[in-house]
């Protein structure tokens, strides 16, 4: 079986892809606060961004697992089902936190000012892509996607602050969950 977090190492494209405009360092691993989640499955940080915020693997295997992501300011939500799908989101969408609707329209606005900034981003996208070896799938189908991992199976993953015992806010209130 394939690793991709090694692959990403590997591939000079892919992580510099990951790293801007993915904001996606696997070197960031560690959270700024101690947490925990309420369902007492492991939780295993292994990528971070710029921010602070963090990328986590939810229970016991290997990248099939599901991913949490948090960020600093203590929002969370359960954004992809194994790291293949969390890269997927990242390379096709890489302006995902910017979302206020998740709407087609919204998407190619952010597309647009992303495609302002680097010009050549779908070429990068598509090797790095390449070198990883992932299908990319349509912004409809990864917004899709993303939507029910975080409202639907997503409940089940609450991200707890240590110290007090209070739960994260989730990421994506605006949609029910």
Known sequence: MRSLLT???????ATDYLTWPGDFELDRNDHVEPVHLASGATLEGFAGDGTGGTYFFCGDGGEERPVLYADSEGGAALIAIGLEELL???LVTPWWRDFDDFTAEECRKLEAE???DIPELFALRDRAAAALDITLPTEAEVLTRLRHTATVTGQDFVLIFTPEGNPYDNLFNRWGA
């Open 7 to 13: 692959a990403i190492t590997a591939h000079d494209e």
């Open 88 to 90: 997927q989101l990242l």
């Open 114 to 116: 992303y495609l302002e």
